[in-house]
């Protein structure tokens, strides 16, 4: 080991109650994309690590099952308190696991983050049965919510701690234990949380094991879990469906988007535009709902694709202490090589009306783009940039419009800018898409389900939906007579 590595941090599993080092001491350097320089190492987990995980949340299982639904709101409250106490620590972890502006994560994941907590504190409350009643001569039927058990589940960078909340909080409210993987190049806050959760909860009962794509498949794999739960890549979402067959686990996939923004004649343009760059270029445009697909009227496509580059051209992004950036850079160096391809293979007839190019040498920034002229079969539009590039096309009606809204993939979200009220109903109905917005983009709350449909994955995160995918069903009858 160099002396340069031996200066990086130490990052570690945290299995049945305590931290540990990767059983056969492997380990990955992790960077911080705003320098592009490693800051710590942590565990490449095999086989033996997911088995003591496994081995843990299973053990844990029984009595973390049993527990009141009043219990697990306690604990769930605590947790929430203890993310708003440990709130400076958590921003830090994660604006070096991902460059985001730090002040922005301060106000735009921490208290959504702790008011999801809250809620799923407050749905562990409500985990009943719809029925008890006699449907056969002599017998009552009653109808029990479970827990399923063990939950794998694997974690996104683009959100690191959000998407570890969104998929721990349903799942310990439930009743079940957790083994929670995060991404190979974000670890660092969520091995925090492990820290923090750990103090609270029986040991075993929620477990982060660190790794690679590898560590992934073999928890989904594994004989322990009952649900395997990914946020990733669509491709990512395939092999988990296809390993998880195997064993007839259930599955729950949030992958992919390409967000459809459609913006008509009447819309109300300057503040559709302030609106659709922010959504488009919030963390670099690394989210799957990000306003990064417009579709515009003919009549006043030319003077939005003006005013979106004019937009475009103030939106600022830069290292995370600079208070100013509306986003940091991309999340590796992989990532940037992907948003880079899509506008290095642009078609003749695209042109790049903002933006484009990377921005500095350190780190993984890039700037804020437009591209115009496209069509619908053009590669940027079909797939996932996942960048900040928003595209913009134009539409002659509202049959044109959804045609092209809905010729893609993916199904997430969408969103629709018009004062006609009865046009706005309408497109609500025939977007297929698992959201729709009307006059604003990207805003979630707890008690609203956010999932989509195609290839954009099943199952729903957040509210009661997203609380009762990591529950099961089952019918209990009695003989009354006697």
């Not at 540990?20 to 710590?40: K, L, S, W």
Request: net charge negative; hydrophobic share 40%; proline share 5%.
């Amino acid at each position: 080991m160099t002396t340069e590595l031996r200066r990086l941090r130490t990052l570690r599993n945290y299995i049945a109650g305590e931290f540990r080092d990767a059983a056969d001491g492997r380990t990955i350097e992790v960077v911080n994309p705003a320098t592009g320089q490693a800051y710590a190492t942590s565990p490449l987990s095999g086989q033996e690590d997911v088995d003591a995980a496994m081995a843990a949340a299973a053990a844990a299982f029984p009595a973390w099952r049993d527990t009141t639904p009043a219990e697990r709101q306690r604990v769930l409250l605590k947790i929430a308190d203890a993310f708003e106490e440990r709130a400076e620590e958590l921003i830090a972890a994660e604006s070096e696991n991902t460059g985001k502006p730090i002040e922005l994560t301060r106000s735009e994941e921490i208290p959504p983050m702790v008011d999801q907590i809250r809620f799923f504190a407050g749905a562990a409350r409500m985990l009943e049965g719809r029925s008890a009643g006699e449907y056969m001569e002599g017998m009552t039927s009653i109808i029990r919510r479970e827990p399923v058990g063990v939950c794998a589940q694997v974690a996104p960078w683009n959100y690191p701690m959000m998407m570890a909340v969104w998929k721990f909080a349903p799942a310990l409210a439930a009743g079940n234990t957790v083994v929670l993987k995060p991404s190979d190049t974000t670890p660092a806050s969520t091995v925090l949380i492990a820290e923090i959760i750990g103090a609270i909860v029986p040991k075993g009962v929620f477990n982060v094991i660190c790794g690679d794509r590898d560590t992934g498949r073999a928890m989904v794999e594994h004989k322990t879990p009952a649900m395997a739960s990914i946020t990733g890549s669509v491709r990512a979402g395939m092999q988990v469906a296809e390993s998880a067959s195997k064993d007839v686990k259930r599955v729950h996939l949030e992958l992919g988007g390409k967000a459809p923004v459609v913006v008509f004649e009447d819309a109300d343009i300057a503040k559709a535009v302030e609106d659709i760059a922010v959504a488009g270029y919030f963390n670099a445009g690394q989210d799957c709902t990000a306003a990064t697909r417009v579709l515009v009227h003919e009549s006043i496509h030319d003077d939005f694709v003006t005013a979106l580059a004019k937009a475009a051209a103030e939106t600022k992004t830069g290292q995370p202490d600079d208070a100013d950036v509306l986003y940091g850079p991309l999340n590796n160096a992989n990532q940037l090589k992907q948003v880079s391809g899509f506008i290095d293979r642009l078609p003749a007839h695209a042109k790049v009306e903002a933006g484009g190019h990377r921005v500095g040498e350190q780190g993984y920034f890039y700037a804020p783009t437009v591209v115009s002229g496209l069509k619908q079969d053009d590669e940027i539009i079909q797939n996932e940039v996942f960048g900040p590039v928003i595209t913009v096309q134009s539409f002659t009606d509202e049959a044109q419009a959804l045609e092209y809204a809905n010729g893609v993939e993916y199904a997430l979200a969408s969103s629709v800018w018009t004062k006609d009220h009865a046009r706005a109903m309408r497109m609500s109905k025939n977007l297929d898409f698992g959201c729709v917005w009307i006059n604003t983009h990207i805003p979630l709350v707890a008690e609203m389900p956010h999932g989509g449909f195609k290839k954009s994955g099943y199952g729903k995160d957040l509210s009661a939906y997203g609380f009762e995918d990591y529950t099961r069903i089952k019918h209990v009858m009695t003989s009354i007579e006697g």
